[in-house]
Structure formats: structure tokens, C-alpha cells
């Protein structure tokens, strides 16, 4: 039944009799609302009684079905040619019975490609010499050993099958036997763990290049358990670095640490003040904090400490002066005022210049489930307007225009506004709406993207790990799986063999830091596009 309202002239309607409108058109919604979560819940009884299930829903196709049509397709990255191969053995095989007055016609080739594995023992046989002054002099080990029983391509081989195959410690130790090396569990997890602190100082450094160098960075978070206990995983980076770090908890403040890098620092200044004060901290509180002399706290603990001695305790204005004094300190020391933060709308990356990603915004109406056919069309219409959207979006990033951009901006009211039969696609196109300075950026700032697909396919390796092996087991396990699967994301963005990358960094060593092609690569990029 649809609820009818009597024709009132404008003459008539009194500010009562306007306030009484108001509340029954909330009441009708609030009414229509209920029938549809009743219908909703419905379907779930049926589905517990064992009837038609709820629907799964593919992944949604924003993205690649408003590319450019006539747009070519991006080509592959082509694979090696056979003829390119490096020969190592030559066999040379002539016919059987070969009649007498034969003439030799050359040589038809056949190439096999194969693997030599097999152990590899090397004694080294240091000489020691006693001089005329009784010292004894004794020859030095090659620096790849690192003093280890163990040559520097097992220990490639073991850290690029675990972090990059995601083949667990149990298997390697048996394959490991299988082809005669004498080797321990300890022994293989302090090959996987120990002595890596120049790959994690490799790791912290691309953050503070990236963040330095970068525009903008997309973010994610997901779940990674540690010690038989939930945690989490948050991911920076863009198209050229990736950057984890595990933690047991997330909110805007371990975001803020993280931001920070390698030393969490907390600092009050102007820029702390003014983020306070967004956060609704009392003036009182603030003037607290403006009247200290000790500006810089190094640890959590001292700044805690500081907190109740000024008697800041309550849970909100404790989380409010840390999260300003952690911002602080992230302004001074890094000067991030430029950088775009594009996520996914978790409340804890809305810091900065924060910008949403377009797919989950759309896909908070594609997983609406239609009660009837109406609905269904309603749904189908205004993602199809939004497709339309996000099109003119992607195509202004290539040829932004001040015109055009009133343009969008419009159109994203028309959509946001409008009013169809389904309340609870209503509601989600009025929560939408509110979101229109992050979901629109990109008018503001053409350089940042539309989604956070990178964060969400590099992140997908902890989803991974996670079936296969559940989770890490020791501290220095855990900053292992963060720093690695950091070195393997950022080489594969950079175009870099994964495996060439531990064994140069476990031999010659000649390659440069992946932190430094950081560097030069966004420097290249900014300097092109004029950032």
C-alpha cells in the first residue's frame, strides 16, 4: 500500500503543517524500510529450512567494462624465444649404420631444457700460518657464506619457495632431505629468520621514499594472524613499491605509526592543535597540551604517562590528543601536506587528503538483493548511471578540464539525489552522496586513481598464507613474512625477477636498492607529468 498524501497549497502549509509532512514522509520511509528488511529476513528463514539459497555475487565489473572501447589492449609482456636459450651441453648424435658414399647435410637441432639438482659439499680448507712474532694467521671464509654451514643459493632457494611459492617450513625440510642435505628444523627457520636486517632496512627505506616521492598511496588492510591470536596486516603503496607491517590491532593511530616508519614519534605543534580540534578535543584539554614545555615524546609509554598527568583519561579525548600529536610529528618530519590517501573507506585511513575507491562504493548497491521486479530495475538503472560516471571520470584523468569537471560534478548529484521505489537503495544513495568530496578527488586531483584494486590484489598474498599455514609463530617470523613479501611485491612492480633479487643480494650484491629505482622512477614521473 502506498501512502497518499492530500494536495496542500504552498498558502496553506503552515511550519506545522510542514514539520508534520516531514515526519510522515520519515515515518512512510521508516515504514517501507521495515517491510523490506521483513522480506529480507524471510528469505533467510527459508534458506535455514533448506530451501532456495541467498544468491553469490560476482565480482563487480566497474573497472573494466567502462574502459575505451577503441582503446587497444595493453600487450603482454612477451616470453623468451627458444632460440634465445643459453647452451650449456652440446651433444652431437649421428645416425645408425650409415651407408658407405653418404654426404654429411649439416645438423638438425633439438633442444631440451632441464634441471640439475643435486647437492653441492664444498670443503673449505683455511690455512693457518704461524708468524716470527707467533701470531697465527688463518684464511677468511667468502664474505656470501656469512659463516653459515650452508652456501648462498640454499639460502635463496629457501627464502624464494616459502615467501614466494608460500611453501611451508615442513615441506622444505622434506624436500631439502629428499635430496641429500643434512639440515635441521631449526637450522632451516634461522635460515628463513636470522641475519636479514639489511633486507628489513631495504624494507623500512621504501616507505620513506615512497611516501616522500609519491603523490598519492592506496591502502588496505586485512587479517594475519600471529601466535595463535588474530591480527592484522595493512598494506601502503602504488603502482611502484609495496609496504606492509603487521600489528595486533587497527584504528587511525596505528595508521598514523605506521605513517611514520621506522620510529613512532610523538610531537605537538600547530598542525597536532589543529587536528585536535577537528576531533572535537576540549579546548581546555588543548590548552593543557599548548602549555608544556617538552614537545617531542619518543615512546607510548612517556606520552601515556604525560596524558593522565594532565588528567586527559577519558577513552575519546585520549584517542583524539594521540591521534593529533601522532599527526604532528608526521607533518614535521616528513612533510606528507601532498600526498592523497585513496582506501577503501575504513575509518582509520581517514587522515590527509582522503579519497574513496569507486569499486566499493559500487558495490554497496551491486550486492543489494531486489525484493521485486521493480526494485531490480531500479538497481540495474542506477548502476548503470553510475558506470556512466566512472567513465567520465577515467577520461577526465586523461584530459582534465575545469568545464568538464562542474560537469561530473553535477552528474554525481543528479544520481546521489534521486528518489526510486526501493528505500534501501535510497538510503545508500543518500550515504553515498555525503562522500561526494572523497569520491570525487579525482577532479581536484587527476593524479590519484579511482580505486584501490593495487592494494587489493597485493594484499591478496596474506589471504593466501593465511589458508595455508594460518599464521607466524615468533616475532622475528612475523617482520620476515612483512619485509618479504614487501621486497616481492615492490620487484614485481618495478619489473624485477624476484629470484635475481635474492641472489644478487645473497652474492655480488650489484644491484642498486630497491628503494633507489624507487626513487628514480617516481622522480621520472613527477617531472613528466609536472608534480
Keep these: 500500500m502506498i501512502l497518499k498524501l492530500p494536495?496542500?497549497?504552498?498558502?496553506?502549509?503552515?511550519?506545522?503543517?510542514?514539520?508534520?509532512?516531514?515526519?510522515?514522509?520519515?515515518?512512510?520511509?521508516?515504514?517501507?524500510?521495515?517491510?523490506?528488511?521483513?522480506?529480507?529476513?524471510?528469505?533467510?528463514?527459508?534458506?535455514?529450512?533448506?530451501?532456495?539459497?541467498?544468491?553469490?555475487?560476482?565480482?563487480?565489473?566497474?573497472?573494466?567494462?567502462?574502459?575505451?572501447?577503441?582503446?587497444?589492449?595493453?600487450?603482454?609482456?612477451?616470453?623468451?624465444?627458444?632460440?634465445?636459450?643459453?647452451?650449456?651441453?652440446?651433444?652431437?648424435?649421428?645416425?645408425?649404420?650409415?651407408?658407405?658414399?653418404?654426404?654429411?647435410?649439416?645438423?638438425?637441432?633439438?633442444?631440451?631444457?632441464?634441471?640439475?639438482?643435486?647437492?653441492?659439499?664444498?670443503?673449505?680448507?683455511?690455512?693457518?700460518?704461524?708468524?716470527?712474532?707467533?701470531?697465527?694467521?688463518?684464511g677468511t671464509l667468502p664474505d656470501s657464506l656469512e659463516h653459515r654451514h650452508y652456501g648462498p643459493n640454499i639460502?635463496?632457494?629457501?627464502?624464494?619457495?616459502?615467501?614466494?611459492?608460500?611453501?611451508?617450513?615442513?615441506?622444505?625440510?622434506?624436500?631439502?632431505?629428499?635430496?641429500?642435505?643434512?639440515?635441521?628444523?631449526?637450522?632451516?627457520?634461522?635460515?628463513?629468520t636470522t641475519n636479514k636486517e639489511r633486507f628489513h632496512k631495504e624494507k623500512d627505506d621504501l616507505l620513506e621514499v615512497g611516501l616522500a616521492q609519491s603523490s598519492y598511496v592506496?591502502?588496505?588492510?586485512?587479517?594475519?594472524?600471529?601466535?595463535?591470536?588474530?591480527?592484522?596486516?595493512t598494506h601502503i603503496g602504488n603502482d611502484f613499491f609495496a609496504w606492509f607491517s603487521s600489528t595486533a590491532k587497527k584504528?587511525?593511530?596505528?595508521?598514523?605509526?605506521?605513517?611514520?616508519?621506522?620510529?613512532?614519534?610523538?610531537?605537538?605543534?600547530?598542525?597536532?592543535?589543529?587536528?585536535?580540534l577537528t576531533r572535537k578535543l576540549p579546548a581546555l584539554q588543548i590548552e593543557k597540551l599548548k602549555a608544556l614545555t617538552e614537545l617531542e615524546y619518543s615512546d607510548e609509554d612517556s606520552w601515556q604517562e604525560l596524558l593522565e598527568s594532565i588528567d586527559i583519561t577519558s577513552i575519546h579525548h585520549v584517542r583524539s590528543a594521540t591521534e593529533g600529536a601522532l599527526m604532528g610529528a608526521l607533518l614535521k618530519d616528513n612533510n606528507l601536506d601532498h600526498l592523497a590517501i585513496i582506501s577503501d573507506g575504513a575509518g582509520q585511513f581517514n587522515i590527509l587528503q582522503h579519497g574513496l575507491c569507486w569499486v566499493h562504493a559500487e558495490r554497496?548497491?551491486?550486492?543489494?538483493?531486489?525484493?521485486?521486479?521493480?526494485?531490480?530495475?531500479?538497481?540495474?538503472?542506477?548502476?548503470?548511471?553510475?558506470?556512466?560516471?566512472?567513465?567520465?571520470?577515467?577520461?577526465?584523468?586523461?584530459s582534465p578540464e575545469k568545464q568538464e569537471a562542474k560537469r561530473l560534478s553535477e552528474q554525481f548529484d543528479n544520481i546521489f539525489s534521486q528518489k526510486t521505489s526501493y528505500e534501501i537503495l535510497n538510503q545508500c544513495l543518500r550515504r553515498l552522496a555525503k562522500l561526494k568530496e572523497k569520491l570525487l578527488l579525482v577532479l581536484k586531483r587527476p593524479d590519484v586513481p579511482l580505486h584501490t584494486n593495487g592494494s587489493e590484489s597485493d594484499i591478496r598474498d596474506y589471504v593466501k598464507k593465511r589458508k595455508v599455514s594460518g599464521g607466524t609463530r615468533s616475532d622475528l617470523g612475523q617482520k620476515c613474512r612483512d619485509t618479504f613479501i614487501s621486497l616481492k611485491k615492490t620487484c614485481r612492480k618495478l619489473n624485477i625477477s624476484f629470484w635475481e633479487y635474492l641472489s644478487d643480494r645473497h652474492n655480488e650484491q650489484k644491484m642498486p636498492l630497491l628503494s633507489e629505482i624507487v626513487k628514480i622512477r617516481l622522480t621520472s614521473l613527477n617531472t613528466a607529468t609536472g608534480l
Design 251 to 276: 584504528s587511525r593511530a596505528n595508521f598514523l605509526s605506521l605513517l611514520q616508519g621506522k620510529k613512532t614519534v610523538y610531537f605537538l605543534c600547530e598542525d597536532a592543535f589543529e587536528y585536535m
Design 7 to 138: 494536495e496542500i497549497p504552498d498558502s496553506e502549509q503552515t511550519p506545522l503543517i510542514k514539520g508534520l509532512l516531514s515526519i510522515i514522509e520519515q515515518l512512510a520511509d521508516q515504514n517501507q524500510k521495515l517491510k523490506e528488511e521483513v522480506s529480507i529476513l524471510k528469505d533467510d528463514i527459508r534458506v535455514l529450512k533448506g530451501e532456495k539459497k541467498r544468491p553469490k555475487f560476482k565480482a563487480s565489473k566497474l573497472d573494466q567494462k567502462t574502459n575505451d572501447e577503441t582503446k587497444k589492449k595493453s600487450k603482454k609482456k612477451q616470453r623468451a624465444n627458444k632460440k634465445e636459450l643459453t647452451i650449456h651441453v652440446e651433444a652431437i648424435i649421428k645416425p645408425d649404420n650409415i651407408p658407405q658414399g653418404s654426404r654429411f647435410k649439416g645438423y638438425q637441432d633439438f633442444t631440451v631444457q632441464d634441471l640439475v639438482i643435486k647437492p653441492k659439499n664444498t670443503r673449505y680448507r683455511l690455512e693457518r700460518w704461524l708468524t716470527p712474532e707467533g701470531k697465527i694467521l688463518t
Design 155 to 192: 639460502v635463496t632457494y629457501l627464502l624464494y619457495q616459502h615467501h614466494h611459492c608460500q611453501v611451508t617450513q615442513p615441506l622444505l625440510l622434506e624436500q631439502l632431505r629428499e635430496w641429500g642435505i643434512i639440515i635441521s628444523s631449526g637450522q632451516l627457520d634461522r635460515l628463513l
Design 364 to 398: 554497496l548497491i551491486h550486492t543489494m538483493i531486489p525484493l521485486n521486479e521493480k526494485h531490480r530495475e531500479d538497481i540495474k538503472t542506477v548502476r548503470g548511471k553510475i558506470w556512466e560516471l566512472y567513465k567520465g571520470l577515467k577520461q577526465y584523468k586523461l
Design 218 to 233: 592506496t591502502v588496505d588492510d586485512s587479517g594475519a594472524r600471529h601466535k595463535g591470536k588474530n591480527g592484522y596486516v
